[in-house]
């Protein structure tokens, strides 16, 4: 399906996932601008592990989070979950709403449904790599490590379970100590038991991001920085976005603002509850730089190889704000990881960011048309997955700015959360 030629669509916000809408409204003949409150990649896009990871697409809201969660009121210092409970009357909203998605029937639909997107994923993937734009996919593996027998027989099992999903095979079978250090000399002493698990791959999202906006603009894209779009309304036949520097027209837009997406889709009728999610990274050089992804024991923390760095990425923090690093949990991720890794010397650390990941209470995307605004196109809400789902997304944002309403899919509409015994929360 080829978009009419010259039919304009305006995407609000030049992260990964207004980047792969772009791409996709352009393979279907669409012009495109793209609008940048900051520089392309602001936010998470630039930040985070780098992992195209379906087989690890799993929602959010569980009971285990929850019990993080309260954990994490009692004792901030302990977990890699934070919530300042300065932060809970604003995010009070989604709290709630994430509760109620907590329940095991709850978790386990959701999942379905996100599998309906991760489906798309390797083969888009790949396509992305035939036609150059990404060209550093690594497919190593993953490797998890666990302190004692019993933490990796449970991990081990959770994945083999995962695998029948049909997204990744089983894990290769647990080793000891030293059968890890023959993969990975520089473990320190909590790496005593592991196993390899393949499937998911790895990349550098700074390249990629560099990589679609060169993409984009050669094939006739516009990139607007520094234009924060204030509100977004339909007039009739065309769509109005108020920007500082003026009114921008277009056919038809994309709201794909990540973490700033709320407050255009509040006056649209939509409560999205998208909550600033902040994720944590930075660069270590260690002695042995790893060859896989290395999954920490139950820390939640993890590294990725990233040419002559070690991206160490982890946390989930809730604090009320959408930047601004505290120093206190790049600490306490240096603290959980110290034990499983050797030659690393951490006070060296570099590249200390934050990025806040756009969440949603029932780890769900958002993407659909607003109800009576069909030429409005929200993508949004990804969580911690849209270098995962991005591709799949993009693909479904061209067709619902073709097709409109007859290309939605349930499970991610817009308006799930608008409706119901929570909506005036």
């Keep these: 399906m080829v978009g009419p030629k010259g039919t304009e669509v305006a995407v609000i916000g030049a992260g990964l996932i207004g980047l792969f ?115 550093d996919l690594q497919d190593e593996g993953f490797l998890m490590l666990h302190s004692t027998r019993e933490e990796a027989e449970a991990s081990w099992a959770s994945l083999t379970a995962v695998s029948r999903r049909g997204l990744a095979p089983a894990p290769e079978p647990i080793v000891g100590r ?18 390899l698990h393949r499937g998911d791959r790895w990349l550098n999202p700074s390249r990629l991001v560099d990589s679609l906006v060169e993409s984009v603009l050669s094939r006739g894209a516009r990139l607007v920085t520094e234009a924060p779009v204030r509100a977004v309304r339909q007039r009739s036949q065309q769509v109005e976005l108020d920007t500082p520097a003026g009114v921008v027209e277009a056919e038809h837009a994309v709201v794909a603002a990540g973490a700033w997406s709320e407050s255009l889709l509040r006056p649209l009728g939509v409560r999205g509850y998208v909550t600033p999610g902040k994720g944590y990274s930075f660069s270590v050089h260690p002695e042995h730089p790893p060859t896989h992804v290395l999954r920490l024991g139950g820390t939640h923390v993890g590294l990725t190889p990233m040419g002559d760095r070690t991206r160490v990425v982890g946390m989930v923090e809730f604090d009320g704000t959408r930047e601004g690093v ?46 009576g605004s069909e030429r409005i196109v929200v993508a ?37 959360f608008s409706r119901g015994p929570l909506r005036r929360g």
């Design 326 to 371: 505290h120093q206190g949990r790049i600490d306490l991720m240096k603290r959980l990881a110290d034990p499983y890794l050797a030659g690393i010397d951490w006070a060296a650390s570099t590249d200390e960011r934050v990025g806040p990941r756009p969440m949603t209470p029932d780890g769900k995307p958002l993407i659909g048309c607003v109800p």
């Design 178 to 195: 030293e059968a890890l250090l023959e993969l990975e000399p520089g473990l320190g002493p909590a790496s005593q038991f592991g196993f």
């Design 21 to 135: 809408s772009a791409h996709y409204l352009l393979e279907r003949g669409y012009a495109v601008t793209l609008l940048e409150a900051g520089a392309p990649g602001g936010g998470a896009a630039r930040v985070n592990g780098g992992w195209v990871c379906p087989a690890r697409s799993d929602p959010m809201p569980s009971w285990g989070v929850v019990r993080d969660g309260m954990r994490a009121l009692a004792s901030p210092s302990g977990g890699s979950f934070f919530l300042h409970p300065a932060a809970v009357p604003g995010v009070a909203g989604y709290l709630a709403r994430f509760v109620a998605n907590a329940p095991a029937s709850r978790f386990a639909r959701s999942w379905d449904e996100l599998d309906v997107l991760n489906r798309q994923t390797a083969s888009l993937v790949n396509r992305l790599v035939e036609a150059g734009i990404i060209s």
């Design 380 to 416: 949004t809400g990804h969580n911690m997955l849209g270098l995962t789902l991005g591709a799949a997304t993009g693909t479904l944002v061209a067709d619902l700015v073709a097709a409109g309403p007859a290309a939605s899919v349930r499970a991610f509409d817009p308006m799930r």
